[in-house]
């Protein structure tokens, strides 16, 4: 209990068929906290980067034309037992 777990990640995507600026970057930042042995909170940002003609999102559907997005959540996760 109380064990505190970082997590970071990046990804890069490079340009869409040849297209020039078409790519983009992301980069996730996030920790999670243990309550107990079976719940943890948790809290994740994450912000994608686009080249000027980049349209990568955080929700899988088409983002703006080089608009950068981001997102932070917060949330709990709880394993129940199947004894």
Request: charged share 15%; proline share 0%.
């Amino acid at each position: 209990m109380g064990d505190i777990a970082q997590m970071a990640a990046y990804a890069m995507a490079d340009e869409t068929g040849g297209v020039a600026d078409t790519g983009a970057n992301q980069f996730s930042l996030g920790a999670s906290y243990a309550l107990s042995k079976t719940t943890e909170a948790y809290a994740l940002y994450s912000m994608v980067g686009n080249d000027s003609a980049g349209r990568y999102s955080l929700d899988g559907v088409n983002g703006v034309l080089g608009e950068d997005v981001s997102s932070f959540s917060v949330g709990i996760n709880h394993t129940f037992s199947s004894k």
